[in-house]
């Protein structure tokens, strides 16, 4: 059995199957390392598909929909403004944003898509900069910093999620966070703000260096 | 009154293409971000892709199936433009965030708590190339078929099908070695303390 057909044997359910052909496929399985490694990422990628998929920006569509019929093609259109300072204009969902600078900016470049990865050594302290950008001011809007796997935050010892209310001024706001690597598997920090009963999240990765990768 | 037939012939048009686009665009965004892992990005770059079939609304209007046209537009820029995403990151970074605000749990614990799966693929996704994460995404994350891959992508069978499965070889060592490296990280601080 060729290795490209076996997964197709695989995925197809068992009554679609000759029986003979599947208990040959799963013998391939058993004896063949690429196709194994395969599989587990069939398996993964399906996992992938059945998360949850966070939707656009309302009035996305409309602005899309704007830009082409507007402007000539081939122009780029400009980017709403998720960089720090930038001008920031459409509805409030679209439009806070938020961006992450590291006081000493030794990080990984994050890769051109996904989540941001800031890469620290174990034990090491530092203090990560979240600068929010608003168009308007949010009085009382509520912060949250959830930390999952081996991270803290220097001064709450143990605890996994702090929330507090605070006035966002219109433009940047900056909130400081003193992150520390505890395990070498590092973990991830989640910052929520709610505002009235909407809410945004936003996520940053951060990793031990090891001396498998000391990047 | 020449002006005014023109106005007016720009908004039917720019009427057809909304027509034309609204029933895609859900596919599109849900493609774009998979391979973006981003909002932000796979907002622009489903903008982009309108931009490019605006320009050439009556070519798209005879195709049957346009979504695939429109998919094979993405998955190109996707590619074209990963220099310029890889040019634009510096000194800040953006964030990933939740997309649209939202008024229903989970909350951001439930949210800190990713499957370690999901953590793996993360990390091993980026050591992909464009090409292999455009089939990936397409096929094995959003489901369309190797005979949709054929037409997005302009791939033969056979071709589709070995690249298909070499992409599906390469992420599976990745995620055993992510797996691995975390695993030996683990054991090695536990040694150490």
Same mark, same amino acid.
């Given at each position: 059995m060729r290795c490209e057909t076996v997964l197709d044997v695989l995925e197809r359910s068992v009554d679609a199957v000759d029986p003979i052909e599947r208990r040959f496929a799963e013998e391939h399985l058993m004896s063949c390392s690429q196709c194994r490694a395969a599989y587990r990422a069939v398996q993964v990628l399906g996992e992938e598909r059945s998360a949850s998929l966070p939707m656009p920006a309302p009035g996305a569509f409309e602005r899309a929909m704007r830009v082409a019929t507007q402007h000539p =093609?081939?122009?780029?259109? +400009?980017?709403?403004?998720?960089?720090?300072?930038?001008?920031?204009?459409?509805? *409030?969902?679209?439009? #806070?944003? *938020?961006? !992450?600078?590291?006081?000493?900016?030794?990080?990984?470049? +994050?890769?051109?898509? %996904?989540? =941001?990865?800031?890469?620290?050594? /174990?034990?090491e302290m530092r203090t990560l900069h979240i600068a929010l950008d608003t168009p308007e001011a949010m009085p009382n809007a509520q912060i949250r910093v959830a930390l999952s796997g081996a991270i803290g935050l220097? %001064?709450?010892?143990?605890? $996994?999620?702090?929330?507090?209310?605070?006035?966002?001024?219109?433009?940047?706001?900056? /909130?400081? *966070?003193?992150?520390?690597? *505890?395990?070498?598997?590092? %973990?991830?920090?989640?910052?929520?703000?709610? &505002?009235?009963? $909407?809410? $945004?999240?936003? /996520?940053?990765? !951060?990793?031990?260096?090891? @001396?498998?990768? +000391?990047? | 009154m020449a002006r005014l037939t023109a106005l007016e012939g720009g908004r039917a048009a720019a009427a057809r293409f909304e027509a034309l686009i609204e029933p895609h665009y859900g596919a599109l965004y849900r493609a774009a971000y998979r391979l973006t892992r981003s909002v932000h990005d796979a907002e622009d770059l489903?903008?982009?892709?309108? #931009?490019?079939?605006?320009?050439? #609304?009556?070519? /798209?209007?005879?195709?049957?199936?346009?979504?695939?046209?429109?998919?094979?537009? #993405?998955?190109?820029?996707?590619?074209?433009?990963?220099?310029? &995403?890889?040019?634009?990151?510096?000194? @800040?970074?953006?964030? @990933?965030? @939740?997309?649209?605000?939202?008024?229903e749990e989970p909350g951001p614990a439930e949210m800190a708590e990713q499957s370690s799966n999901r953590r793996h693929l993360a990390r091993a996704w980026h050591y992909l190339d464009r090409t292999q994460q455009v089939l990936l995404a397409l096929h094995d994350i959003e489901g369309y078929s190797l005979a949709e891959l054929q037409q997005i992508t302009g791939l033969k069978e056979g071709t589709l099908k070995s690249r298909l499965h070499r992409a599906r070889v390469r992420l599976g060592k990745l995620l055993q070695r992510d797996h691995e490296l975390e695993l030996g990280e683990q054991r090695s601080v536990g040694v150490a303390r």
């Open positions: =093609p081939r122009q780029r259109a +400009p980017r709403r403004g998720f960089w720090l300072g930038a001008a920031v204009g459409g509805s *409030l969902a679209a439009a #806070l944003a *938020l961006a !992450v600078v590291l006081a000493v900016p030794t990080f990984r470049a +994050p890769q051109p898509s %996904g989540t =941001p990865q800031v890469r620290m050594a /174990l034990n220097v %001064g709450y010892d143990g605890q $996994k999620e702090i929330a507090w209310r605070t006035n966002l001024d219109r433009g940047a706001n900056e /909130l400081a *966070l003193p992150v520390v690597v *505890l395990g070498a598997e590092g %973990g991830q920090l989640v910052v929520e703000v709610r &505002y009235g009963d $909407k809410r $945004k999240r936003f /996520l940053v990765d !951060v990793s031990a260096k090891t @001396s498998h990768n +000391p990047a | 489903v903008q982009e892709v309108c #931009l490019r079939a605006f320009a050439r #609304l009556d070519e /798209l209007q005879a195709f049957e199936r346009p979504r695939a046209w429109l998919l094979c537009v #993405l998955q190109r820029l996707f590619i074209d433009q990963t220099r310029r &995403y890889e040019r634009r990151f510096g000194q @800040s970074i953006e964030t @990933s965030d @939740s997309g649209a605000w939202m008024s």
